[in-house]
C-alpha cells in the first residue's frame, strides 16, 4: 500500500485479555517504531526495529508488551493482562533510512 | 537532561501573525531533523526537514543552529488551519538512526 497500515484501527478489550496490534510498514521500509500516546501526552517511545539489527526494547514498559517483525516488514504488538493504564493510541512508523518517517493512523485501545 | 526539548506553549496567536518557536537538542553527533505537525486525534504528519542552510516551505521556514544545538520553526501569516502541535524530531547516527521526539509545542490560532 502507499501508507503504513495500522490494525484494528479501534479495539476495545477486557482488562486481564490479551491483544495484538498489527502494523503494515511501507514496502523496502527497513526501520520500524512502535510508540503509543496517551490523551493529551506526548509520544511515548516502545521499541525499534531496524533492518536485521536486534530490535531496542528499551522502551517496553514492563514484560507484558512484546513485538515481533517478521521477514523485515509486518510488525505485531502484543500486550498480555491488559490493564486500564494501557489504554491508548498505538502508533507505528516506518521509514526507509535516517528520513522522515511515515506514521500510520494508529490504533485507539480502550481497556474497560 | 531530555535529548530532545520543547516549550509546550501554547503559543496563542491572532490569524495573520508571526509565530516561532525553538527545539534543542542534546547530542552534538545529531545529523538529521525534521517537523512533524500533529492535529487533535491524529497521528504525526511530515511538515518538512530541517537543512544545515535553513529552508522554507511556504509560509514556513525551519532554520537549524548546530553551535548552540537548536531548531527552529516559523511560521509567517498565521492561518486557523495551522493550530496543532508540531514536533521536534532529531535522528543521530550514533545511535542506528533512532528516532528522539520533543514533547511538542501547541500552537493554536485565534480569529
Known amino acids: 500500500g502507499a501508507g503504513v497500515s495500522q490494525s484494528p484501527s479501534n479495539k476495545v478489550t477486557e482488562k486481564g485479555k490479551d491483544v495484538e496490534l498489527r502494523c503494515d510498514p511501507i514496502?523496502?521500509?527497513?526501520?520500524l517504531y512502535w510508540y503509543r500516546q496517551s490523551l493529551g501526552q506526548g509520544l511515548e517511545f516502545l521499541i525499534y526495529?531496524?533492518?536485521?539489527?536486534?530490535?531496542?526494547k528499551s522502551g517496553l514498559p514492563s514484560d507484558r508488551f512484546s513485538a515481533e517483525r517478521t521477514g523485515g516488514s509486518v510488525s505485531t504488538l502484543t500486550i498480555q493482562r491488559t490493564q486500564q493504564e494501557d489504554s491508548a493510541v498505538y502508533l507505528c512508523?516506518?521509514?526507509?533510512?535516517?528520513?522522515?518517517?511515515?506514521f500510520g493512523s494508529g490504533t485507539r485501545l480502550t481497556v474497560v | 537532561r531530555k535529548e530532545v526539548e520543547q516549550d509546550p506553549g501554547p503559543f496563542n496567536v491572532p490569524e495573520g501573525a508571526t509565530v516561532a518557536f525553538n527545539c534543542t537538542y542534546s547530542?552534538?553527533?545529531?545529523?538529521?531533523f525534521f517537523w512533524y505537525r500533529q492535529d487533535c486525534r491524529k497521528e504525526p504528519k511530515l511538515l518538512m526537514s530541517?537543512?544545515?542552510s535553513g529552508n522554507e516551505d511556504g509560509r514556513f521556514t525551519a532554520q537549524l543552529n548546530r553551535a548552540s544545538q537548536y531548531i527552529s520553526l516559523l511560521i509567517r501569516d498565521s492561518k486557523l488551519s495551522d493550530s496543532a502541535t508540531y514536533l521536534c524530531?532529531?535522528?543521530?547516527?550514533?545511535?542506528?538512526?533512532?528516532?528522539?521526539f520533543g514533547a511538542g509545542t501547541t500552537v493554536t490560532v485565534r480569529a
Open positions: 512508523a516506518s521509514s526507509p533510512g535516517p528520513t522522515g518517517y511515515t
Open positions: 514496502s523496502g521500509h527497513t526501520a
Open positions: 526495529f531496524q533492518g536485521n539489527s536486534a530490535p531496542d
Open positions: 547530542n552534538s553527533a545529531s545529523q538529521s
Open positions: 530541517v537543512y544545515s
Open positions: 524530531v532529531v535522528i543521530h547516527r550514533s545511535n542506528d538512526y533512532k528516532l528522539s
